[in-house]
């Protein structure tokens, strides 16, 4: 799954330069483990995947709490409404080996009142609204390591195919026609290297766990001239999670998903306000709605959050998808 910064997706999905830019949190977005949602696979072939994300940045939170309002002189958003359409291509040669092409589509609205100053009027809003392509994920993943393919490592890439650094403006509102914060673009203009690390086994006999973990770094970056460069930050996901398979057809499940996201680099980047832990917890569900196809279902609700600076924090994420699987091709 992709979310925002996301599983980061999703991760990554929602991110956080212009004279009075526009920012959003940067440390929020879609968590969820959607290879452990669906459960891990030793089956040879091919599976298509598709999945929608829900994402409305509408509290605006500082460190570990929601606040009313931001310093004199800060930027006071008003809300970001993130929905991700992710197209999914799986293809497994064998139990050992598998390869995930994931294929975003960002459609994002945002919202700011600019610079907020107490001894004058709250302006009009600014708004502007994205429909583009994202930046697209090729993952790779070894599960040989023993006998009951339970263990896995993954290495990928992450490419710059959205729109980034200033493509996306502000429509309407004081700010009509500059750019919005680099963060808040369709993509980040970098070559990211992602790197992770799996592991699932029962613990009773209707119950299993999974474990996951997954680090990304940008290692080559676009926007690199001086006073306009920009590098989004590195982002630590782990997730736990813990499966009822009693049935064959129907496995309640529950996840935690913590998020690091260190601070984005360069010219462009708002160094305060793109740092922070978030942790969701994420009940779900999974259903085999007929032989090849299972549809899931997810909300995550955050429990903890430390962000710096001021940012935009959803109350709630909904991830829904289905998974078709193919034979042998």
């Not at 709490?65 to 993130?82: C, I, M, R, W, Y």
Request: with cysteine; aromatic share 10%; proline share 6%.
């Amino acid at each position: 799954m992709n979310c925002c910064i996301y599983r980061l997706a999703a991760a990554g999905l929602s991110l956080s330069i212009a004279a009075q830019g526009a920012r959003a949190c940067a440390t929020c977005g879609c968590t969820l483990s959607a290879d452990a949602a669906m459960g891990y696979s030793t089956e040879p072939g091919w599976r298509l995947n598709f999945e929608y994300d829900y994402l409305h940045q509408d509290q605006l939170r500082n460190g570990t709490q929601a606040v009313s309002g931001v310093p004199d002189g800060t930027e006071l958003e008003h809300d970001t409404l993130n929905r991700y359409f992710t197209v999914d291509v799986n293809y497994r040669p064998n139990a050992d080996w598998n390869i995930d092409l994931r294929v975003p589509y960002v459609v994002r609205t945002h919202s700011t009142y600019g610079d907020f100053h107490a001894d004058q009027p709250l302006p009009d809003l600014s708004t502007s609204r994205s429909s583009s392509l994202g930046d697209i994920k090729l993952i790779g993943s070894y599960q040989g390591f023993l006998p009951g393919h339970n263990l896995g490592v993954e290495f990928g890439v992450k490419l710059p195919t959205g729109l980034y650094g200033t493509a996306v403006q502000f429509s309407s509102g004081p700010l009509a026609g500059s750019p919005l914060d680099a963060s808040l673009q369709p993509g980040t203009g970098s070559t990211d290297v992602i790197v992770g690390a799996y592991y699932y086994r029962p613990i009773s006999e209707n119950f299993d766990v999974t474990v996951d973990a997954q680090f990304q770094s940008a290692v080559q970056q676009r926007q690199n001239q001086p006073g306009k460069d920009f590098r989004p930050g590195n982002s630590l996901t782990f997730s736990a999670g813990l499966r009822y398979d009693a049935h064959p057809n129907w496995v309640p499940q529950l996840q935690l998903n913590l998020l690091h996201k260190s601070a984005d680099q360069g010219a462009l980047a708002d160094l305060p306000d793109t740092v922070g832990t978030v942790l969701y917890l994420s009940p779900g569900l999974a259903v085999r709605a007929a032989p090849q196809l299972q549809v899931y279902g997810f909300a995550q609700l955050p429990v903890y959050s430390n962000l710096e600076g001021y940012q935009l924090f959803p109350r709630y994420t909904i991830s829904v998808g289905l998974s078709y699987s193919f034979g042998r091709g």
